[in-house]
């Protein structure tokens, strides 16, 4: 048997002992007096001979630098040198861990995730009474003759009964059957959807020209299947309306459509009003709320092209809340979105659709809710919708009619005040 000490190998003692157990071989050898690199002198006989080896390298014990005894397996073994390398030290008989120099603590940003626990106050607002009423009724009535798809229906939006009951209603075009699986929609995602209904663009115009409605809103699921993203089949939709009623205002939610320059011209020339492409979240969040085909700068980037190819349209976007965004991430959303031209943004509560969905990291407060409102027009946006249960098309004719109807209240003043001017 020998014993060796290294303060260069940071061990204080290393033992090889051939037969019987290291330990309580060391300790025996230890408290013979057999002690390695102690002194000679009448100070030292006071001390025992354990007391002695530890005494000597107490300074760097209470640094917690080293322990006690740090062993290698007397083999040599990979399960010892594996201790050795990972930090492991015996005190006590026992394994423990190498301390460590401080590290600074780094936070995780919060982020949703599927099946993870959601808040547990929910707010006052969070219940809404089930959809009735006669408007509402004829409504579905119509909606079912017809084979048409609704949004309201499809993603469970909780506004259904107002919306529909004031004589609005998101028509969803291209079937019910998205190519994407966004972890936030309730709507039935397939690879392989069946092909578009080619009655739908005049049965669409059919439903909409008999309601006494003056703003209706187009939107679609993602149809990557088709090599325009079915832009043709949303572009004839539109021309069918306007051609019926040239008064009705259309708003179209739209598909990204890859970023197809050719898709996104065909549709923005179809003589829409207002060009509508949700960006959904915050950039940091993005890979984990849509799908992989989707993204935020494509997003941007369809409706900055969608403003180029027609000045006169309106372009607008949505962002969901509560989904561990923070208030930076907002405000940085928003000026992203009015650099790129961007005229209306709405905010609403995220709410999650089943359990197989992400879940809400948090219910936004109100005040939250108008403070982005306030912050938003500051920043040079028309219109802003910004409440809990706001969604990218609820009471859209509401809310934009009445900023179109003040623009052009303004306008015509304007203008008068000129003429009277000039006589």
Same mark, same amino acid.
Not at 8 to 23: A, E, P, S, Y
Not at 44 to 66: A, C, F, M, N, W
Not at 299 to 323: C, D, H, Q, R, W
Not at 407 to 423: D, H, L, V, Y
């Given at each position: 048997? *020998? %014993?060796?000490?290294?303060? =260069?190998?940071?061990?204080?003692? /290393? #033992?090889?002992?051939?037969?019987?157990?290291?330990?309580?071989?060391?300790?025996?050898k230890?408290?013979?007096?057999?002690?390695?690199?102690?002194?000679?002198?009448?100070?030292?006989?006071?001390?025992?001979?354990?007391?002695?080896?530890?005494?000597? *390298?107490?300074?760097?014990?209470?640094?917690?630098?080293?322990?006690?005894?740090?062993?290698?397996?007397?083999?040599?073994?990979?399960?010892?040198?594996?201790?050795?390398?990972?930090?492991?030290?015996y005190?006590?008989?026992?394994?423990?861990?190498?301390?460590?120099?401080?590290?600074?603590i780094?936070?995780?940003?919060?982020?949703?995730? %599927?099946?993870?626990?959601?808040?547990?106050? =929910?707010?006052?607002?969070?219940?809404?009474? &089930?959809?009735?009423?006669?408007?509402?009724n004829?409504?579905? !009535?119509?909606?079912?003759?017809?084979?048409?798809?609704?949004? +309201?229906?499809? &993603?469970? +939006?909780?506004?259904?009964?107002? +919306?529909?009951?004031?004589?609005?209603?998101?028509?969803?075009?291209?079937?019910?059957? +998205?190519?994407?699986? #966004?972890? @936030?929609?309730?709507?039935?995602?397939?690879?392989?959807?069946?092909?578009?209904?080619?009655?739908?663009?005049?049965?669409?115009?059919?439903?909409? #020209?008999?309601?006494?409605?003056?703003?209706?809103?187009?939107?679609?699921?993602?149809?990557?299947?088709?090599?325009?993203?079915?832009?043709?089949? @949303?572009?004839?939709?539109?021309?069918?309306?306007?051609?019926?009623?040239?008064? /009705?205002?259309?708003? #179209?939610?739209?598909?990204?459509?890859?970023?197809?320059?050719?898709?996104?011209?065909?549709?923005? $020339?179809?003589?829409?009003?207002?060009?509508?492409?949700? /960006?959904?979240?915050?950039? =940091?969040?993005?890979?984990?709320? =849509?799908?992989?085909? &989707?993204?935020?700068? $494509?997003?941007?980037?369809?409706?900055?092209?969608?403003?180029?190819?027609?000045?006169?349209?309106?372009?607008?976007?949505?962002?969901?809340?509560?989904?561990?965004?923070?208030?930076? !991430?907002?405000?940085?959303?928003?000026?992203?979105?009015?650099?790129?031209?961007?005229?209306?943004?709405? @905010?609403?509560?995220?709410?999650?659709?089943?359990?197989?969905?992400?879940?809400?990291?948090?219910?936004?407060?109100?005040?939250?809710?108008n403070?982005?409102?306030?912050?938003g027009?500051?920043?040079?946006?028309? *219109?802003?919708?910004?409440?809990?249960?706001?969604?990218?098309?609820?009471?859209?004719?509401?809310?934009?009619?009445?900023?179109?109807v003040d $623009?052009?209240?303004?306008? @015509?003043?304007?203008?008068?005040?000129?003429?009277?001017?000039?006589?």
């Open positions: 048997m *020998y %014993v060796r000490t290294s303060l =260069r190998k940071r061990d204080t003692v /290393i #033992c090889k002992k051939r037969k019987g157990n290291w330990k309580k071989g060391l300790i025996g230890l408290e013979r007096g057999n002690d390695v690199g102690t002194s000679d002198g009448a100070a030292d006989e006071q001390i025992s001979p354990v007391e002695k080896t530890l005494d000597r *390298y107490k300074p760097e014990v209470e640094r917690g630098s080293v322990s006690d005894i740090r062993s290698i397996n007397s083999s040599g073994s990979e399960k010892g040198q594996r201790n050795l390398a990972s930090g492991e030290e005190s006590n008989g026992k394994i423990q861990t190498k301390p460590t120099t401080a590290q600074p780094t936070t995780e940003l919060a982020r949703p995730r %599927v099946g993870a626990k959601m808040p547990e106050v =929910r707010p006052d607002w969070f219940h809404v009474p &089930a959809p009735t009423g006669s408007r509402y004829k409504l579905k !009535e119509d909606l079912r003759t017809l084979k048409l798809h609704t949004v +309201c229906e499809e &993603a469970q +939006c909780p506004n259904i009964g107002e +919306c529909w009951n004031i004589g609005t209603a998101t028509i969803m075009l291209l079937g019910d059957t +998205c190519t994407r699986g #966004c972890k @936030f929609c309730s709507i039935k995602t397939s690879s392989k959807p069946p092909p578009p209904d080619m009655n739908e663009p005049f049965n669409t115009a059919k439903a909409i #020209c008999e309601w006494d409605i003056n703003y209706v809103v187009l939107t679609s699921v993602d149809r990557d299947d088709l090599p325009d993203g079915g832009a043709n089949h @949303f572009a004839k939709t539109v021309e069918l309306i306007k051609f019926s009623r040239p008064d /009705i205002l259309i708003e #179209c939610l739209v598909s990204d459509f890859q970023g197809n320059i050719n898709s996104i011209i065909r549709l923005a $020339q179809s003589g829409m009003e207002v060009y509508a492409h949700n /960006i959904e979240t915050v950039k =940091r969040l993005q890979k984990y709320v =849509r799908d992989k085909r &989707a993204n935020y700068e $494509q997003s941007l980037f369809v409706l900055k092209k969608a403003k180029e190819i027609n000045p006169k349209l309106y372009t607008k976007t949505s962002v969901m809340l509560g989904l561990g965004e923070t208030k930076e !991430e907002v405000l940085e959303a928003m000026n992203d979105a009015r650099n790129n031209n961007i005229d209306v943004i709405t @905010f609403g509560q995220y709410l999650r659709p089943t359990k197989n969905h992400l879940n809400v990291v948090e219910y936004v407060t109100q005040e939250m809710f403070y982005y409102k306030e912050e027009l500051k920043m040079g946006f028309k *219109y802003i919708a910004s409440g809990p249960l706001v969604r990218s098309s609820y009471k859209a004719g509401e809310y934009f009619m009445r900023n179109l $623009q052009r209240k303004n306008s @015509f003043k304007e203008s008068t005040m000129k003429f009277q001017g000039i006589r």
